[in-house]
């Protein structure tokens, strides 16, 4: 995704690997397998109830310390509409694996 203009952050895309909304921590896996902490207070206030596991999310990660660290979370979805378009072939036949 590529540098954030500040200089240090950059969005990567990542899934969700656990998440306790109690505490507001978890984590999650960026794409290339690496497991990054998610602090509490990462997440935009009422976020919290949409993050599951699985979720797919864009993370803001410091990478000016010796451990990259999550920012900020921004949830990915699906516009309406797009989910089913997405599962079946423009013929309306569904995608076979």
């Not at 240090?8 to 899934?15: S, V």
């Not at 909304?21 to 690496?34: I, N």
């Not at 990259?68 to 921004?74: A, D, G, I």
Request: aromatic content about 2%; hydrophobic content about 40%; overall charge neutral.
């Amino acid at each position: 995704m590529g540098d954030d203009v500040e200089t240090g952050h950059e969005r990567l895309q990542a899934t969700v690997a656990a998440f306790d909304v109690a505490t507001g921590t978890g984590q999650v896996l960026l794409d290339d397998g690496v497991a990054l902490d998610l602090p509490a207070g990462a997440l935009r206030p009422g976020s919290a109830r949409f993050l599951r596991r699985g979720q797919r999310v864009v993370v803001q990660v410091d990478t000016s310390t010796c451990r990259p660290v999550v920012r900020l979370v921004h949830l990915l979805t699906v516009p309406p509409g797009r989910a089913a378009s997405a599962a079946s072939t423009p013929d309306g036949e569904p995608r076979r694996p």
